[in-house]
């Protein structure tokens, strides 16, 4: 399956603003979704694919800084950037600290705006493959039976096969048997690939 195409959304309540930087992202064929209000994006369907956000500071119904907080608050965490015509030093720090990718100042340098947007797009592409990796791990979790679980659980704490028989009372022949059929569910080539997985699976609150 393809990726979606990128996303650029544009929240500026100056429609002259808007449409300058949906020209500029065009000519590096970037799609962007414009909106005048951060309650116009909050209310409407998240675009699909890499996505990131350029956003004024001064808006008329949430400020660039609340609605930051909102998306934390809703866990929608695409990147931020943001861009003001009366920035300083501490605006920059905060929206810094509280996860922004950038805070620039208008009037805009159209590459400082395009390098941030890149970084903040391959920031978003890194986050979707690891979503991706995670469902698919939890998937492939979900087709090992409860012993398979058990064992998997054992193997990654340390217990050799042997110790994993006299533990769960079967013989060394059955672990490996188990042993094999995780291997192959998980799509494990080791048993480091294994810790690995379960680590990641704890992420998620699992195993």
Known sequence: MSE????VVVIDDDPDVRDALQGLLETINLRAVLFATASEFLTSKRPRGPCCIVVDVRLPDLSGFDFQQEL???NIPLPIIF???HGDIPMSVRAIKAGAVEFLTKPLRDQDLLDAIQGALRRDRLRLDEERTLTDLRTRYEMLTAREREVMALLVSGRVNKQIAAEIGVSEVTVR???????????????VDLIRAADKLRQLGIG
């Open 4 to 7: 979606a195409h990128p996303t």
């Open 72 to 74: 934390a608050r809703k």
């Open 83 to 85: 861009i003001t015509g």
């Open 177 to 191: 048997l188990h042993r094999g059929q995780i291997t192959q569910k998980m799509h494990a080539k080791s048993l």
